[in-house]
């Protein structure tokens, strides 16, 4: 037996569903672009209570009233069509990536640290002395490059280690 809600949609009910979904997906996007890469990969416990009331708040602003199956199910088809089509958009076309997504950043050069840089990614000599005691070393003079990737995570290069080519697609890094 189907369930009466799938069965007595409105068309206009749905697609005003999608239309707010995809706004408010918009919406999260810019501002984890703004807030930085940080908020990505390294969450606090204060980040995770946003994420959870950020979702809780957001859940009105897409579906309305509606809270039936086919407005859920409307609302998830288009945050995941949505996501696809921005991944689709960052592979074929590096300057929407660039603009959406960013690029990695150099946060330490030969052991000296890129005030400049750890300001605009918002972090501080403390978390890239943390990603460096991660990868074994102790003090920012054995660490030849870090760099905040795109996934919020910093990547560690120490001195002493040779520079390695591989046949992957190299990203620029922004200094």
């Known amino acids: 037996m189907i369930p009466s809600d799938l069965l007595n949609f409105d068309v206009i009910s749905l697609l ?38 950020v979702s809780n708040a957001v859940q009105n602003a897409m579906i309305g009233s ?36 960013g690029e990695p950043r150099l946060l330490v050069h030969d052991g000296k640290l890129l005030p400049e840089n750890l300001r605009r990614e918002r972090l501080d000599e403390d978390d890239v002395i943390m990603a460096a005691r991660e990868h074994g070393l102790d003090k920012l003079a054995e660490v030849g490059e870090a760099v905040l990737e795109l996934d919020g995570t910093i990547s560690i290069v120490p001195k002493d280690t040779p520079a390695v080519r591989t046949k992957q697609r190299k990203r620029q890094v922004h200094r």
């Not at 999608?18 to 204060?46: C, D, H, N, S, W």
């Not at 696809?84 to 300057?95: A, D, H, I, K, V």
């Open 16 to 53: 005003w569903i999608v239309f707010r979904t995809a706004v408010v997906y918009l919406v999260l996007i810019g501002g984890l672009r703004i807030f930085g890469k940080r908020e990505l990969g390294q969450m606090t416990p204060f980040d995770l209570v946003v994420i959870l009331t």
């Open 66 to 101: 509606d809270v039936s199956v086919t407005g859920a199910t409307v609302s998830v088809a288009t945050l995941l069509g949505t996501n696809w089509l921005f991944n689709e958009f960052g592979f074929r076309y590096p300057r929407f990536r660039k603009v959406f997504v």
